[in-house]
C-alpha cells in the first residue's frame, strides 16, 4: 500500500528549568527575556520544524535553536541523537511544559512523512499547515496566520513535483531549498491561501509518487 | 484535524488504495479545569492579605504559570461584557414622559457622536434650551436632573428611586426643589448651563456612571453651587458607586440632600465646601479613614 504514514520517534524530551546563561547563549537563547529551555530530538528534521512552529502558537515560548544533523538519523551520533534538536526557549518552566506538550501532539497526530513507494523507501512530507506560528513564519519571511504548504521528498522527485505543485495553484514559493540539504532532501515552502496550499500539497504528493514509480522516462 | 492526513487519504483513494489510513495515535483525554477558584485568597503575605480585605479590586486571585486561572478568566470577560452591554445601551425616548419629567436633549445627534464627542453632551440644544425656559420652575434652592450619562441601564433602573429619595430628603430640610428634569445625552457639565438658565442655587445631576467590572447599573451624583457655563470639576461635589450593591440610592439621596443644604448654607461647593462637621450625617463619604473590610459581591455569576 503507498502513502502510508512513518511516524516519527521522539528520541528525547528534556528540560533545563534554569538554564546558565553560557548555555542560553550558545544556543540562540536571550539571557535577559528567557530562562528556561526545552530540548528534544526526533528521527524525522521536517515533521520536528512544523512542530516548534506549532508549539509557538500554544504557548509563549520561542524556537531558539533547530538544526538537522548531516547525513540523516541513520548517522546519528548517538542513540538518541535522531535527526534534528530542536530547543524551545521561555521565561518559565510552565511555558516550556505547555510548548512541549503542543510539539509533541503535533508530532504524534499531525506531521510525519509518508512512503511514496510501497517500500517506503520514497519519503515524501506534503504537509499543510492552515496558520503558521511565528518561527516558520520569521524563517519564511510571511506574516504570522499565513497558510503554508510545508513540502519535502528525494532530490528528484522534489524537483519534478515542486514544479507540478507550482502549477497547481495560486501559490508562491517563500523559500526554495535545493539539494544537498543536511539530510540530502530538497524541501519547499509555498505560501498562498488555505485551499491553494491544499491543491499544491496533493498535486506535489502525487507527483513524487509517479516519479517514484516511473524513474526513467527513456 | 490534520489538513494533509485528509489530502492523503484522498490521494490514497484516488490512486486505487482501497484501504483507509491507519488511525492515529489516541489523543489523550483533556483532564477536567480545576474547580472553582473565584475569589481565591490565596495572598502570601500579611499584607496582602490585609490589603486584599480593603478593596473589591482583583487582589489574590491567584496565577496558572504566567496567566490567570480559567475561571477568573471567564468572570472577568462576563462583567466586562455587562460593561460594555451598559454603555451600548440607549435610554428610551419616551421614558421621560413616562415618568412625568421635562425631556431636556443636548446637541447630540445620536448614541455614536455621544460618546465621541463628549463636548456635544456638555450643552443644552436650542430647542431644549426653550422647552426649559418655559416649563421649568425659576429659582429654586434645589434643580434636580435625571440624566443617562454613560450607564443608561443604571439610570432607568434605580434613577427614579434615587430622583425621589433625593426630592424628598431636600424638602425635609427646607428646601425648594425645581421642576425635575430628564436630560438624553447627557455629560456632567450640563448641569451648569441647565442650572444658569433656571437660575437655581443648586444644580444637581444624577447620572450613570461609567461603568466599571461588575457595575453596569452604578449613578454617580454631581453637585454644583450657582451653577454657570464654565464651572470646573473643582467646583463640584460627587458622589459614586450608587447602587445596591454599594450605596443604594434611599442612603444616597439622604447624603445628597446633606450636601445640598451645606452647599447653600456655606454659598460655595467643591474644594472649598467644609465638610468636618457632616461626619455624622454623611458617614464614610465625608471620613478621611481607610474604607471598612468588604467583600467583593459579583453582578454576574458565570455557569461552569
Redesign the interface.
Known amino acids: 500500500?503507498?502513502?502510508?504514514?512513518i511516524?516519527p520517534r521522539i528520541l528525547s524530551v528534556r528540560r533545563i528549568p534554569n538554564a546558565d546563561p553560557a548555555v542560553l547563549a550558545a544556543y540562540g537563547a536571550d539571557p535577559t527575556r528567557h530562562r528556561s529551555l526545552g530540548l528534544i530530538t526526533v528521527d524525522q528534521d521536517d515533521p520536528t520544524y512544523v512542530a516548534l512552529d506549532e508549539a509557538t502558537k500554544h504557548a509563549?515560548v520561542d524556537v531558539v535553536f533547530a538544526r538537522s544533523f548531516y547525513a540523516g538519523a541513520a548517522h546519528g551520533s548517538g542513540p538518541i541523537s535522531g535527526e534534528i534538536l530542536g530547543v524551545l526557549a521561555a521565561?518559565?518552566p510552565?511555558?516550556i511544559d505547555?510548548g512541549l506538550a503542543a510539539l509533541i501532539?503535533c508530532l504524534?497526530?499531525?506531521?510525519c512523512f509518508?512512503g511514496a513507494d510501497e517500500s517506503k523507501k520514497t519519503p515524501v512530507f506534503?504537509?499543510?499547515?492552515?496558520s503558521l506560528g511565528h518561527y516558520l513564519s520569521a524563517q519564511a519571511g510571511v506574516a504570522p496566520g499565513t497558510s503554508m504548504a510545508y513540502l519535502v521528498a528525494p532530490p528528484m522527485e522534489g524537483a519534478i513535483a515542486l514544479d507540478a505543485a507550482l502549477k497547481a495553484a495560486d501559490v508562491r514559493a517563500a523559500k526554495i531549498f535545493p539539494p544537498p540539504t543536511e539530510t540530502n532532501f530538497t524541501a519547499a515552502w509555498l505560501v498562498g491561501s488555505?485551499v491553494d496550499c491544499?491543491a499544491a500539497?496533493?498535486a506535489y504528493?502525487?507527483t513524487v509518487?509517479r516519479v517514484a514509480a516511473n524513474p526513467r522516462e527513456r | 484535524m490534520?489538513?494533509?492526513?485528509t489530502?492523503?487519504e484522498?490521494?490514497?483513494k484516488?490512486?486505487g488504495?482501497a484501504?483507509p489510513?491507519?488511525p492515529?495515535?489516541p489523543?489523550p483525554r483533556i483532564p477536567e479545569p480545576p474547580v472553582r477558584v473565584f475569589p481565591r485568597r490565596n495572598e502570601k503575605t500579611a499584607y496582602a492579605k490585609e490589603a486584599a480585605t480593603h478593596t473589591t479590586a482583583l487582589l489574590g486571585i491567584g496565577h496558572?504559570?504566567?496567566r490567570y486561572a480559567t475561571d477568573v478568566v471567564l468572570q472577568f470577560q462576563a462583567e466586562l461584557a455587562v460593561a460594555h452591554g451598559a454603555v451600548a445601551h440607549e435610554l428610551a425616548p419616551d421614558f421621560a414622559a413616562r415618568n412625568a419629567l421635562l425631556p431636556l436633549e443636548s446637541r447630540v445627534a445620536d448614541h455614536r457622536q455621544f460618546l465621541l464627542r463628549p463636548d456635544l453632551g456638555r450643552r443644552l440644544s436650542d430647542e431644549s434650551v426653550h422647552r426649559l425656559r418655559a416649563g421649568a420652575t425659576k429659582s429654586p434652592d434645589v434643580q434636580p436632573i435625571l440624566a443617562d450619562g454613560l450607564s443608561a441601564v443604571a439610570c432607568e433602573g434605580s434613577g427614579m428611586a434615587l430622583l425621589h429619595a433625593f426630592t424628598r430628603a431636600c424638602e425635609r430640610r427646607g428646601l425648594t426643589v425645581g421642576t425635575p428634569v430628564c436630560a438624553r445625552y447627557a455629560r456632567v457639565w450640563l448641569e451648569d448651563e441647565i442650572g444658569e438658565i433656571v437660575g437655581a442655587k443648586v444644580a444637581a445631576i444624577l447620572l450613570g456612571e461609567r461603568p466599571g467590572l461588575g457595575t453596569g447599573d452604578g449613578l454617580s451624583a454631581y453637585l454644583v453651587y450657582e451653577p454657570k457655563l464654565g464651572k470646573t470639576d473643582g467646583d463640584r461635589n460627587m458622589m459614586s458607586n450608587i447602587h445596591a450593591r454599594g450605596t443604594p440610592p434611599e442612603v444616597a439621596g439622604d447624603r445628597l440632600a446633606v450636601l445640598a443644604k451645606a452647599m447653600v448654607d456655606q454659598r460655595t461647593s467643591g474644594v472649598s465646601l467644609d465638610l468636618s462637621g457632616l461626619v455624622a450625617e454623611l458617614g464614610e463619604a465625608a471620613s478621611r479613614a481607610p474604607r471598612a473590610p468588604q467583600e467583593r459581591v459579583r453582578l454576574v455569576e458565570v455557569d461552569r
Open positions: 500500500m503507498i502513502l502510508e504514514p511516524p509563549p521565561s518559565d510552565d511555558e505547555e501532539r504524534e497526530h499531525d506531521a509518508y506534503p504537509h499543510v499547515i492552515a488555505l491544499q500539497a496533493e504528493c502525487e509518487v | 490534520s489538513h494533509t492526513r489530502l492523503v484522498a490521494l490514497r484516488r490512486l488504495g484501504a489510513l491507519p492515529p495515535a489523543t496558572v504559570g504566567t
